[in-house]
């Protein structure tokens, strides 16, 4: 008999859900495949926050929401690393749900992008091309030349759109352009796990998953 497991998640601005409810949902079921649990991974449900502080938000969705065995909290880390948000905002936050009383969901999980989510748009490069139709070059396109190198680019959303202008330079003008917001969803669905797993800011996330799976005595 296998387990179930129902995943809630927050998500900074909109076109954050589109990529992450399927990052998320793939990211979990990636840990149980490569496990010996039976467990049902149901497809994530988008919590909408409610409150001023980012504790105010995290707390209010945890009384609100007591039966998801995991909560997945996303914010972009703003910067190279993920340590100042985490400090910041994630610690404190975790800290006031953990003095909660207990009937209330306390399996927490980081979602913290470097710099912003679109930086794990780019980690598979080739993918990113194909959705975007062009054979292009990645140095053609402006696109890091390695995917160690993306959680470098001080603003990854400016990078993608770029290359998606450059990619349609030579294309009719009658053509609809492809923009950024078409994106999300296609690429989330395909996006290489194991080349995700060469950002450090994901490896983090994967580890918190396991964390949170381990909680649940799921593995």
Known sequence: MSNILQI????EGTTDVRFLENVIRR???FVVLNSNSQ????PPEYLRKEGESFVEQVVNIVKKYPYFHVICIHSDADSPDIEERLKNNFEPTFAAVEELENDVCKNLVAVIPVQMTEAWMLADLDLLKEKIGTSKSN??????????LVENLADPKVVIKEALRLAQLDKPKRRKKLKISHLYSPLSQELSIE???Q???YRYFMENIRSSLEKLKYL
């Open 8 to 11: 809630g998640f927050t998500t």
């Open 139 to 148: 140095r053609d396109l402006g696109l890091p030349t390695r995917i160690k």
């Open 39 to 42: 467990i049902e991974v149901y």
């Open 195 to 197: 080349k995700l797993m």
């Open 199 to 201: 950002l450090s800011s």
């Open 27 to 29: 990211s979990f079921e």
